[in-house]
């Protein structure tokens, strides 16, 4: 009996010193995979090897742009959805705009970018999508971007997250939604809303070997504004988000782009910490090496890597001599952009709807009466369908002047 109950408490004491373990083994994260990282001037994938980019943008999906839908007036993403509000009235245009994010890109055009040799897609973010005005954290933004995320990593292709709205607007431009002036690096609080923004990014996506990195702003600080005061505010700003990031995410790569339509790294020094790339953006420029010299300048003076973030929007020709270019002196690219609505300078063209102008012309304003119910519901079933991957066109000849595969 006695030895029965010294089994009996034994066993007790084994639980209470185990229970507690197991739990905390329970709890605790996989072993971390391995990153891309950065060596000089360099990324390097996990295995060893260069990485050598080759992206595309997924522009238009989560941050409209007005001349991706044949607008002339209405150009940034608020102008857009309340034009688009008003052909639709409320309801009907939040379900256009659910049914548009939900297909614009979908696991087609994923498993489509891999096939034909991409190995990296460049996502463009608008922050209301993630987070509202007061800085909670939430919205749509987040299960769309877990989905591609989850397309990309089955894949194998990488992925580069780009906010291209920040709360105030960090352009000063329409692209990025603002008031028309680059108010992030004015107001305080939009400053610590998207440092806040990226520290939630950078928490939920810790250690996701799908992301090769954080594209902290798009085109900051338009060429027109105040240079004097605007450029020595960049680097501050990039150090204070890069620290949030890495406090939670701290093998990341981040990219710093340029100023002045992420043309110019004038106002930036040495780095400031390890994993830094740095991106521009270069479009119709010389495909001679003088348009890219004060770049590799930079990337020699401090020994860093470059990515071409944004280039295109041109002919076929001007694609593969500005892609060879880069090709020439190790720099990766991402071209721009991936899908658009009737045209010849994308991978995918949207098929136009019929009488697709009448509802432009209205959304910008410059017709005043209103389109036949029977125009717009055919229209926007055309448009809402034409965006699937199925239903575009591709332009195997911009895939071959990227040196990607052609047609089967």
Do not use: C
């Not at 352009?171 to 520290?199: C, I, K, N, S």
């Not at 060429?223 to 988000?241: C, G, I, M, Q, S």
């Not at 959304?363 to 079933?381: K, L, W, Y």
């Amino acid at each position: 009996m006695y030895s029965r109950r010294v089994r009996f408490r034994s066993f007790l004491l084994f639980l209470l010193i185990a229970l507690p373990l197991l739990a905390t083994a329970a709890k605790a994260p996989l072993a971390a995979e391995p990153l891309v990282r950065i060596e000089g001037r360099r990324f390097v994938a996990p295995d060893g090897t260069t990485l050598s980019i080759k992206g595309i943008n997924l522009g238009n999906w989560l941050v409209p742009e007005g001349y991706m839908f044949k607008l002339k007036l209405a150009k940034s993403p608020s102008q857009i959805q309340e034009g688009f509000e008003r052909l639709l009235g409320r309801e009907r245009a939040q379900a256009f705009w659910t049914e548009f994010r939900d297909t614009y890109i979908g696991r087609d055009d994923i498993r489509f970018i891999k096939s034909v040799g991409f190995n990296t897609v460049r996502i463009p973010l608008h922050w209301r999508l993630f987070m509202d005005r007061d800085g909670k954290i939430g919205g749509d933004g987040w299960a769309l971007l877990d989905r591609v995320l989850g397309w990309v990593r089955e894949e194998g292709l990488y992925a580069i997250l780009d906010l291209h709205a920040a709360p105030g607007g960090q352009t000063g431009y329409h692209h990025d939604d603002g008031a028309g002036y680059p108010l992030m690096f004015y107001v305080p609080r939009d400053r610590r809303l998207t440092v806040r923004l990226w520290r939630a990014i950078a928490e939920r996506y810790a250690g996701n070997p799908a992301i090769l990195g954080y594209d902290l702003l798009n085109e900051p600080i338009a060429a027109f504004h105040d240079l004097a005061t605007l450029n020595p505010k960049l680097e501050p700003f990039y150090r204070d988000v890069t620290r949030a990031i890495r406090e939670v995410d701290p093998g990341r790569i981040v990219f710093l782009a340029a100023g002045q339509w992420s043309s110019r790294f004038d106002m930036l020094g040495p780095p400031f910490a390890p994993n830094l790339a740095y991106t521009y953006h270069s479009f119709w420029s010389s495909t001679d090496r003088d348009s890219i010299q004060r770049h590799l300048n930079f990337a020699a003076l401090y020994e860093v890597p470059l990515l071409l973030g944004e280039a295109g929007e041109y002919v076929d020709e001007w694609n593969e001599g500005f892609r060879r270019l880069h090709e020439r002196h190790g720099i990766g690219w991402a071209f721009w952009s991936y899908k658009n609505l009737d045209t010849t300078s994308t991978v995918i063209s949207i098929p136009r709807p019929d009488n697709w102008d009448q509802l432009a012309a209205y959304i910008d304003g410059t017709r005043s009466q209103r389109p036949s119910p029977e125009v717009i519901d055919r229209a926007i079933a055309q448009y809402l369908d034409g965006i699937r991957f199925a239903n575009g066109t591709i332009r195997w000849s911009y895939l071959k002047s990227l040196g990607l595969k052609g047609a089967p």
